[in-house]
């Protein structure tokens, strides 16, 4: 029974240690993380703003090319075909169901 104190004092001690070693190692896992060798990006702001800032008559949700045209297709159509969709079964469900 004597010895179990002196046991808990001696894995405190050997917690507070790797707690201490972990510590001191936060800073160099973070500057890893946030290096600067990592590759530089380029500033690509300037040429998107000239883009769709161009007077050319075309909305700002097409300015961007042939992508943004078929995305916007796609959207409309899948817009105009659930309205259908929906005032279709609204028209069903207003019938009233004969009776057999």
Not at 4 to 27: C, I, L, Y
Not at 52 to 63: A, R, S, T
């Amino acid at each position: 029974m004597g010895d179990e104190p002196q046991q808990n004092s001696v894995e405190n001690g050997q917690d507070e240690m790797n707690v201490a070693r972990f510590q001191s190692k936060v800073p160099v896992l973070a500057g890893r993380t946030f290096s600067s060798s990592a590759r530089q990006l380029r500033n690509k702001v300037p040429e998107a703003q000239k883009l769709f800032q161009e007077d050319n008559g075309l909305p700002v949700h097409i300015k961007g090319g042939t992508f943004d045209v078929v995305l916007y297709r796609a959207t409309m159509t899948l817009t105009l075909g659930g309205t259908c969709y929906s005032l279709y079964w609204l028209l069903v469900a207003s019938m009233p169901q004969k009776k057999a």
